[in-house]
């Protein structure tokens, strides 16, 4: 076989083998819409803070339906049930972070492929076990699909809370969030649904 020949055939492979891989990586960065099926097939972790249930009744909703792992972040020192003692101790731990001391502080962040962060708003920010959580992990989140679960209630400011978490986890890749009043099941039921058929990711993300 000359040289001209040769040249031809390793050139022709040469960009048959660039085709292959354009290809690909236009494939793997088409975004789409999973859905729930989709998604309960992946690792998926919700971290949540919930001090009176409502919170952990919508976790359980959204577990069920996509077989997550559910991780409750919890103080090292369980809350007062005395509601005055109780918004007190909030108080002191939104002005200094730092303290709050956790149960759960390292957790393997890194497994998950989609992450829901689920706080109620307490005086008008995340939990402080959620915001010292989010501190203590940061670099964990990097590059990882991030969503917000915020349960609020009436004169509550929900944009607050998730520009806390959107400030603090810049580099995450961000999905649709969940912002919601307390409701009933079958309302929960319904939204939930449409909250997960709204996500897109790119195929890399869910790899």
């Given at each position: 076989?000359?040289?001209?020949?040769?040249?031809?055939?390793?050139?022709?492979?040469?960009?048959?083998?660039?085709?292959?891989?354009?290809?690909?990586?236009?494939?793997?960065?088409?975004?789409?819409?999973?859905?729930?099926?989709?998604?309960?097939?992946?690792?998926?972790?919700?971290?949540?803070?919930?001090?009176?249930?409502?919170?952990?009744?919508?976790?359980?909703?959204?577990?069920?339906?996509?077989?997550?792992?559910?991780?409750?972040?919890?103080?090292?020192?369980?809350?007062?049930?005395?509601?005055?003692?109780?918004?007190?101790?909030?108080?002191?731990?939104?002005?200094?972070?730092?303290?709050?001391?956790?149960?759960?502080?390292?957790?393997?962040?890194?497994?998950?492929?989609?992450?829901?962060?689920?706080?109620?708003?307490?005086?008008?920010?995340?939990?402080?076990?959620?915001?010292?959580?989010?501190?203590?992990?940061?670099?964990?989140?990097?590059?990882?699909?991030?969503?917000?679960?915020?349960?609020?209630k009436q004169g509550q400011i929900p944009k607050d809370t998730a520009e806390?978490?959107?400030?603090?986890?810049?580099?995450?890749?961000?999905?649709?969030?969940?912002?919601?009043?307390?409701?009933?099941?079958?309302?929960?039921?319904?939204?939930?649904?449409?909250?997960?058929?709204?996500?897109?990711?790119?195929?890399?993300?869910?790899?």
């Amino acid at each position: 076989m000359d040289a001209k020949k040769l040249t031809i055939i390793i050139s022709g492979i040469v960009g048959f083998l660039l085709l292959v891989i354009i290809g690909y990586l236009i494939f793997m960065n088409k975004t789409y819409k999973p859905g729930i099926e989709a998604l309960s097939k992946k690792n998926i972790g919700i971290f949540y803070c919930s001090y009176d249930d409502q919170v952990a009744n919508i976790v359980n909703i959204i577990g069920g339906k996509l077989k997550a792992d559910k991780i409750e972040i919890k103080p090292a020192v369980k809350y007062p049930a005395d509601k005055a003692q109780f918004t007190e101790r909030i108080k002191q731990e939104n002005a200094n972070i730092s303290k709050v001391a956790l149960s759960n502080d390292i957790i393997d962040i890194r497994k998950y492929k989609l992450i829901i962060m689920g706080t109620p708003i307490l005086e008008n920010k995340p939990c402080p076990v959620m915001q010292k959580f989010v501190l203590s992990n940061q670099e964990r989140f990097f590059k990882k699909p991030v969503s917000l679960l915020i349960l609020y209630k009436q004169g509550q400011i929900p944009k607050d809370t998730a520009e806390f978490f959107r400030y603090k986890l810049y580099n995450s890749i961000w999905k649709p969030s969940f912002v919601t009043m307390e409701k009933g099941k079958d309302q929960l039921d319904y939204e939930i649904d449409l909250w997960f058929n709204l996500m897109e990711f790119k195929r890399e993300e869910l790899r």
